[in-house]
């Protein structure tokens, strides 16, 4: 379990098709406070540590990825340097400073437009038509792990405002129009939905 507070932007050094993917990621954390078997979000991805150690005066942890999971989001797009929002696993009596976030994404959002608003900038993104249905007004979104209120909605398409801190802090300040995005929506909405589903 997260709550989508990205907490380090990680880099990818190492891709190889083993049977399942794996990726070497290096990052901030110190390979000695991460459990092998440990849970990291890795651009929203909940993935599970298989090995970790130290090098170059960085840390690094490897992932294996399945299949499935490749299908499901936009880890086909990693390569060697791609940056990646990272957070580890809620800890009981942690902060809970976004919402509840899974890391099981539900499929892919795309960046259709990109406006700046004084410091802050508004991208907009195009949701699957499954899964738009769940992206309410001021409701919340998990976008590449990132936990974020939605500004607007207008059918398959929501806004998003980035403040300068959020675009620093992440990734989101490196992203274009055309950029392929992991969406999970929010769990209270998905049982919302599916108790009108039942009433109706």
Same mark, same amino acid.
């Given at each position: 379990?997260?709550?989508?507070?990205?907490?380090?932007?990680?880099?990818?050094?190492?891709?190889?098709?083993?049977?399942?993917?794996?990726?070497?990621?290096?990052?901030? @954390?110190?390979?000695?406070?991460?459990?092998?078997?440990?849970?990291?979000?890795?651009?929203?991805?909940?993935?599970? *540590?298989?090995?970790?150690?130290?090098?170059?005066?960085?840390?690094?942890?490897?992932?294996?990825?399945?299949?499935?999971?490749?299908?499901?989001?936009?880890?086909?797009?990693?390569?060697?340097?791609?940056?990646?929002?990272l957070e580890?696993?809620?800890?009981?009596?942690?902060?809970?400073?976004?919402?509840? *976030?899974?890391?099981?994404?539900?499929?892919?959002?795309?960046? *259709?437009?990109?406006?700046?608003?004084?410091?802050?900038?508004?991208?907009?993104?195009?949701?699957?038509?499954?899964?738009?249905? @769940?992206?309410?007004?001021?409701?919340?979104?998990?976008?590449?792990?990132?936990?974020?209120?939605?500004n607007?909605?207008?059918?398959?398409? @929501?806004?998003?405002? @980035?403040?300068?801190?959020?675009?620093?802090?992440?990734?989101?300040?490196?992203?274009?129009?055309?950029?392929?995005?992991?969406?999970?929506?929010?769990?209270?909405?998905?049982?919302?939905?599916?108790?009108?589903?039942?009433?109706?």
């Open positions: 379990m997260f709550t989508g507070i990205i907490v380090d932007v990680g880099e990818i050094t190492m891709l190889e098709q083993e049977g399942d993917l794996r990726a070497r990621i290096a990052c901030a @954390f110190d390979p000695d406070g991460i459990d092998l078997g440990a849970s990291i979000a890795c651009n929203g991805v909940c993935l599970t *540590v298989i090995d970790k150690g130290a090098s170059e005066g960085r840390g690094w942890f490897d992932v294996q990825i399945s299949a499935e999971s490749v299908s499901k989001t936009n880890i086909s797009e990693w390569k060697s340097g791609s940056p990646v929002n580890r696993a809620l800890k009981v009596g942690d902060e809970l400073g976004g919402h509840i *976030v899974s890391g099981h994404v539900d499929g892919v959002a795309t960046i *259709v437009d990109m406006q700046d608003e004084g410091d802050s900038t508004r991208v907009t993104f195009e949701a699957p038509a499954t899964l738009a249905k @769940f992206i309410a007004p001021k409701g919340s979104v998990a976008l590449d792990g990132t936990s974020l209120t939605v607007e909605v207008n059918g398959l398409r @929501f806004g998003v405002n @980035f403040i300068p801190h959020t675009k620093d802090a992440t990734t989101w300040g490196k992203v274009k129009v055309g950029d392929r995005i992991n969406l999970e929506i929010d769990t209270l909405a998905r049982y919302v939905a599916r108790l009108a589903e039942w009433q109706s």
